[in-house]
């Protein structure tokens, strides 16, 4: 399997203060990845870092060429969608306008159009508020829409900050059924940053844990769910 | 009556150049977060290059659009050398830097074209408009042009992609940038269009006011005032504060006894503060619906 992502020693810093401490991971083309851990272990840190959205040493590659030194806007130009924590709705602009910003660095104006109608396919509930003030969504309706708005870029790479933070239970369920099916049938690959490592690892093929800013652990999603030792120690649950 | 109908479009007319000004004002409000200082002088600036130009021969509107170039590279040169490296940096350094560049620019003009006024044409004319004694020729066009850049900026921020990346990229820069906005440039596309909005206020005024370096200074205090009773981060509003303050300040000084050419500028910003006191995001300033 090709290696669509590979981070070696990924070292970051907020003003003096080490984030993290020399993380390594890869990711394989079309896989979906979870990145757990807890409260402050460096989840969104790491996903901030890929984008160049926090100082960084240690060398990214995707697809082999390396993202170093690269402004956020240039490395989302690659194909690398972010769906930040807190979801970052354009929250005074409509729900169609959200989707069209998704693919501003697109230039193939007929595919945008049929790509917005394939969004409102996946998330009915937006086009019944397509022409509604995003900030005006529920939560989870926003989730989607932010979901959407990264589809709109038609990523190799789509990077997910705690899809599930503050949504109901049957909400979460609902849109990592989505999230598995756009990396199944879109052959999108996934890493997504979760608290809530149950949900993650049912979700999940590959799976990396850490804390304190460095990997304590990875492998197969099903075999750390089914280790007892690693879930009591590091997740939780 | 007549009189009344007379200030009332009197003030129409200048209303329409506060307009242009407070049009600019926004414009870099909304990229920035600032008001720049700057902006009449930019404006100023501006508008003796298109004399200079039509000194030196070229015909009014060959200079008007050769000016608008100017003032847009201008703008955009003044926010890559000045403010890019400022752009992280406290309020007061930024406000320095505008008024620096007041300075600047104010002195430099006195130095190039000299403190005389100076005679500028007008493209319309100043025969009575329309056969009516009303308004001038002028004004109607100043009026006209005003309107017709208003409906211009609505479409260009409506319905093209950089004008939805400029608007995405005021309203939440981190989030502009994670979906490949270059946000650094949109800022200097801001300022780019600023300056030309506030080149064409400069030149539509130029006639009324005579030119010369301190000409923009009473106008750009106007031009600020129409945009925050407008409110700051509408056009629409900033247009219409534009008219307002015209049409008050001429009816003000018509009706109110003592108030005269003096007092006209205190009473309209007067009521620019009433209104602010009732609707503090100005007249047609953004509420934001959000879910809480």
Same mark, same amino acid.
């Given at each position: ?44 840190? *790491?996903? +901030? ?27 989302? +130009? ?10 970052? *709705?354009? *929250?005074?602009? *409509? ?22 109608? %394939? ?29 959407? %708005?990264? #589809?709109?870029? +038609? ?17 979460? +369920? ?28 049912? #979700? ?6 850490? =804390? ?15 280790? =007892? ?9 | ?54 000194? !030196? ?8 659009? $050769? ?14 050398? $000045?403010?890019?490296? &400022? ?13 620096? &560049? ?8 006195? &130095? ?37 850049? $208003?409906?211009? &900026? ?36 801001? !300022? ?58 001429? $009816? ?41």
């Amino acid at each position: 399997m090709t290696q669509l992502l590979n981070v070696k020693d990924l070292r970051a810093y907020y003003g003096q203060v080490q984030a993290l401490h020399g993380l390594s991971f890869s990711l394989n083309e079309g896989s979906l990845t979870t990145l757990l851990g807890a409260n402050g272990a460096g989840k969104t840190t *790491t996903l +901030r870092a890929i984008c160049n959205m926090v100082r960084s040493t240690g060398a990214i590659e995707f697809e082999g060429k390396p993202l170093t030194n690269r402004s956020t806007e240039n490395i989302v +130009r690659f194909g690398i969608a972010h769906v930040p924590q807190g979801r970052g *709705t354009f *929250t005074n602009m *409509t729900v169609e306008e959200n989707l069209q910003l998704g693919a501003i660095t697109r230039k193939d104006n007929a595919s945008i159009v049929s790509d917005i109608e %394939r969004m409102y396919a996946h998330f009915p509930v937006l086009k019944q508020r397509h022409t509604q003030q995003a900030g005006t969504l529920s939560g989870g309706e926003q989730q989607m829409l932010a979901v959407a %708005r990264a #589809l709109m870029l +038609r990523p190799r790479l789509m990077l997910l900050d705690e899809p599930s933070f503050g949504l109901a239970p049957l909400v979460v +369920r609902d849109l990592f059924g989505i999230l598995g099916k756009i990396n199944r049938e879109d052959k999108v690959t996934i890493l997504v940053v979760e608290q809530n490592a149950q949900l993650a690892l049912e #979700l999940a093929d590959q799976a990396y844990v850490i =804390e304190t800013g460095r990997i304590v652990m990875s492998g197969n999603a099903k075999d750390i769910a089914n280790n =007892e030792d690693i879930r009591k120690s590091y997740l939780g649950y | 009556m007549e009189l009344f109908t007379n200030q009332i479009l009197a003030g129409i007319a200048t209303g329409a150049i506060y307009a242009c000004m407070a049009l600019a004002v926004v414009m870099i409000y909304q990229a920035i977060d600032h008001l720049n200082f700057a902006q009449g002088e930019m404006a100023m600036f501006a508008t003796f290059v298109s004399w200079q130009l039509m000194q !030196w021969g070229v015909p009014y509107w060959g200079a008007f659009a $050769l000016t608008l170039v100017f003032a847009f590279a201008g703008g955009i040169v003044i926010e890559r050398v $000045l403010f890019k490296p &400022l752009a992280k940096a406290p309020i007061l350094t930024n406000v320095a830097g505008f008024i620096a &560049l007041f300075a600047i620019i104010n002195s430099c003009a006195g &130095l190039i074209w000299d403190f005389t006024i100076k005679q500028y044409p007008t493209p319309f004319g100043s025969a009575p408009f329309l056969g009516s004694q009303l308004i001038s020729t002028h004004q109607a066009g100043m009026i006209g042009v005003t309107l017709l850049l $208003l409906i211009g &900026l609505f479409f260009f921020f409506q319905y093209t992609r950089i004008g939805l990346a400029m608007r995405a990229a005021a309203a939440l820069p981190e989030s502009a940038r994670l979906v490949g906005i270059n946000t650094s440039w949109m800022i200097a596309l801001g !300022w780019g269009m600023a300056s030309a909005i506030g080149a064409i206020a400069g030149m539509l005024i130029a006639p009324v006011v005579f030119l010369e370096p301190n000409m923009m200074g009473g106008v750009l205090i106007y031009g600020f005032a129409a945009a925050v009773l407008g409110g700051l981060t509408s056009p629409f509003g900033a247009v219409v504060g534009g008219f307002l303050m015209g049409v008050f300040e001429n $009816l003000a000084g018509t009706y109110i006894p003592g108030v005269g050419n003096e007092l006209k500028l205190p009473i309209a910003l007067a009521l620019i503060i009433s209104v602010l006191v009732v609707k503090p995001a100005g007249l047609f300033g953004r509420h934001i619906v959000k879910r809480v």
